[in-house]
């Protein structure tokens, strides 16, 4: 199993780039890194936004860290998007997704990452509706996949999510969305799967099972985020809470499902009242049990 981190728990927490690069290289000893707009806000004046981000970029290198991407992060995740309920709304949101792709640029990296949004109540249960956000989302991914190839981004990657109002929630969702846009785009659209997200037993019931998941959507797996969980909600625990995410699970299906070469990131979003020390502790120790599994 290839182990990555995410930098969502540091979010409010450690944001000077020297520092946290050193805490990752020499306490956690993790080579993968996903980067999160919780951290740099694409929206940020751009001058100083890139600023910002050549430093962190140049704290990752100095370190010997991989930045594989950068990923929206909850911040991001609070707003509608691609499937808004309002024109005005959705052209905001393909801005927004132009200017992530210019910081994944200015960072180095060539991979960018996101759910795509979420839909209005009146719209999600308007069955006329939802097919029509639905095509609207791709087209907006098609225009944003012409404008990452002429920034140098080389794949979009989009995060299936536990939610019946947005796109996609479930293994053949997520393999439909994989399919309509395969072909149509300028840069490869793949997927990302979070364990906890494709454990959501309230929504997806029988189908709550990451092997089903990796098996329907292997082609187009681009990577997975890694969190602990009670399978009631979505949770992003680390591994020091109980939840129903075994190590031996993990490598149970990532054996079986031939993904020992996806980098799982983990992803960890401890409560803001959480002390640091806590935090950094657990999650030194998350990454001591992923270790010992991979």
Not at 30 to 49: A, L, V
Not at 104 to 114: P, R, V, Y
Not at 132 to 145: G, K
């Amino acid at each position: 199993m290839k182990l990555g981190l995410n930098l969502s728990f540091a979010t409010k927490r450690w944001l000077q780039p020297e520092i946290l690069a050193k805490m990752i290289k020499n306490d956690l000893d993790i080579k993968y890194i996903q980067f999160t707009w919780d951290i740099i806000d694409p929206w940020w004046p751009e001058d100083k936004r890139d600023f910002l981000a050549k430093q962190w970029s140049n704290a990752f290198k100095n370190e010997g860290l991989i930045l594989t991407g950068t990923f929206g992060g909850l911040a991001s995740y609070t707003y509608a998007h691609l499937l808004a309920p309002t024109k005005e709304q959705r052209q905001i949101a393909v801005e927004f997704f132009k200017r992530a792709i210019d910081l994944t640029t200015q960072m180095g990296a060539d991979t960018i990452g996101t759910p795509i949004g979420g839909m209005s109540h009146e719209d999600a249960n308007n069955e006329k509706k939802r097919e029509e956000l639905y095509q609207i989302a791709l087209d907006h991914v098609r225009e944003l996949s012409v404008y990452a190839k002429q920034k140098g981004v080389k794949k979009i990657v989009i995060e299936a999510t536990p939610l019946i109002t947005e796109f996609p929630h479930s293994p053949a969702a997520s393999l439909q969305l994989m399919k309509d846009l395969e072909g149509t785009t300028d840069v490869p659209v793949r997927l990302l799967i979070d364990w906890g997200h494709a454990l959501y037993k309230p929504l997806l019931r029988d189908e709550a099972d990451m092997s089903l998941w990796l098996k329907e959507c292997y082609p187009y797996v681009d990577s997975i985020h890694l969190q602990q969980t009670d399978g009631l909600l979505d949770r992003h625990w680390d591994f020091t809470s109980e939840g129903i995410i075994t190590l031996e699970l993990i490598k149970k299906v990532t054996d079986e499902c031939g993904a020992n070469d996806i980098i799982q990131y983990l992803e960890i979003v401890p409560p803001f009242e959480a002390l640091d020390e806590d935090v950094y502790n657990n999650l030194k120790e998350t990454v001591k049990l992923l270790k010992s599994i991979t």
